[in-house]
């Protein structure tokens, strides 16, 4: 498992933006998915965005494209999620996750093994 270090997590009120950075210890394989998911109270975790560490091709959910982003600094081994135009269902303990970048789709949580320790965000 490789350590993973959130922040910037908080309150905002509708409408407002927040930036998430994610600070992985290394990165495990040569090519990588670095993802975000989040959890509201009694919802699935769901995936919110995705970066190969390799190519830097992006993923982002359908719904919320438009309105988040993903980038990474691969010199820092640091992604981020800039997240615009908050909404309050937005609200949840966003994560960070890594593991190898293979053929089963960036979003299914159960295939990852390394997760950050979660950060709130709270849309009022």
Partial sequence: HVQLVESGGGSVQ???????SCTAFE???SDNYF?????AP???REGVAAIS????DTYVSFDLKGRFAISADNAENTMYLQMNRLKPEDSAV??????RRDDRYWG???AY??????????VS
């Fill in 113 to 122: 093994r390394s997760w950050g320790q979660g950060t709130q965000v709270t």
């Fill in 14 to 20: 509708a409408g407002g933006s927040l930036t998430l």
């Fill in 27 to 29: 990165y495990p394989f």
């Fill in 42 to 44: 009694g919802k699935e």
């Fill in 35 to 39: 993802a975000w998911f989040r959890q």
């Fill in 53 to 56: 560490t390799r190519g830097r």
């Fill in 108 to 110: 299914e949580a159960a």
């Fill in 94 to 99: 966003y994560y960070c996750a890594i593991r």
